[in-house]
Structure formats: C-alpha cells, structure tokens
C-alpha cells in the first residue's frame, strides 16, 4: 500500500472529476470515456499493487526462514568440525608432546 500514499489520485477522486464546460472545451463524453479507461488502468494497478505486496511478503517470510536455516546449518557445520578427530598428525604430535613429558617426569623422580 505504500505506492497508494505516492499516487495523487485514486479511482474515486477521477471518477468524481467535474470540469468546467466551455464554449470551445473537449467533448464531455470523450472525456467521460478517457477517464473511465484510465479507471479501469488504476483498478488493475491497485490489484497488482496488492498481489505484489502479499508476494513480497511471502518472500520476506522465506528469506527470514532460509536466513535462519543458514545460521542453523552454519552452527552444525561449526559443531562437526570441533567433534571431528584430530588426524595421524595431531596424534603424533600429542604423543610426542605426552612422551617427553613423561621423560622429564622420570628424570626428576630419578633425580
């Protein structure tokens, strides 16, 4: 509805358009005519208006809904990654790291 508050005039205020009638002035009837026409325009304006507004809407609603599956998805991801076992290297390296602590505990039980 917001292209409503743009518009200068609605179907009502053109089909209740009185003009002046002069000597020299514009045939009433082709006038008449030409107005119910643009009436007519305004009508399938409005109607596309509100079909196009219930539809943004709708996608507003699934971009909402798809944003969140994202930050859902994102944390599993996240989640799978820190749960992931360390690979042959990590494990080597902890072994490593565990035997010289070991050595050094020795030492000073020894000394």
């Known amino acids: 509805m917001i292209m409503k ?3 200068t005039h609605s179907v009502r205020s053109i089909y209740d358009k009185a003009f002046a009638v002069e000597f020299k002035g514009y ?3 082709e ?3 030409f107005l119910d026409d643009i009436i007519k325009d305004y009508k399938i304006f409005d109607e596309l208006m509100i079909t196009y ?3 943004m809407s709708l ?3 699934n971009n909402a809904a798809l944003k969140s ?4 998805l994102e944390a ?3 989640f799978k990654e820190e749960s992931t076992p360390a690979n042959a290297s990590d494990i080597l390296k902890r072994l490593s790291r565990l ?3 070991l050595d050094i505990s020795k030492r000073s039980i020894d000394e």
């Open 5 to 7: 508050e743009k518009l």
């Open 27 to 29: 045939a009433a009837e």
């Open 31 to 33: 006038v008449d005519s």
């Open 53 to 55: 507004e219930n539809e």
């Open 59 to 61: 996608l507003k609603q």
């Open 69 to 72: 599956y994202i930050i859902e």
């Open 76 to 78: 599993k991801v996240k």
């Open 99 to 101: 035997e010289s602590l």
